[in-house]
């Protein structure tokens, strides 16, 4: 089974803080297929992007843009994005995890 896992697990309100995966993919993960899994892998590194994040300008990927109809971010806590400067970009999943919750 493929992972991202780099054993720093610590739940930051919905999303580990080591992988950044969302308490829900954690769950959900043996059910993927290794295909399925790769390509999170590769979402979740930014490898697979459909953005730059407008606060690092690393890659990111948001799940709305590239056609689902939930984007992993619906998982986690609200965060304070008030201090964020408004775009209609998502930040990517290192940026948002830094942020205080909301």
Do not use: Y
């Not at 965060?79 to 919750?101: E, F, G, H, Q």
Request: charged share 25%.
């Amino acid at each position: 089974m493929k992972t991202p896992c780099i054993a720093a697990c610590k739940n930051n309100a919905g999303m580990c803080s080591g992988c950044l995966r969302t308490m829900n993919e954690l769950t959900a993960w043996r059910e993927l297929s290794e295909a399925q899994q790769s390509m999170r892998i590769a979402e979740i590194k930014g490898i697979v992007a459909t953005h730059s994040c407008p606060s690092c300008g690393e890659q990111s990927h948001c799940d709305i843009s590239a056609g689902k109809d939930q984007c992993w971010c619906f998982d986690i806590e609200k965060r304070d994005l008030s201090n964020i400067n408004k775009t209609n970009t998502c930040l990517c999943r290192k940026c948002l995890s830094s942020l205080p919750i909301r």
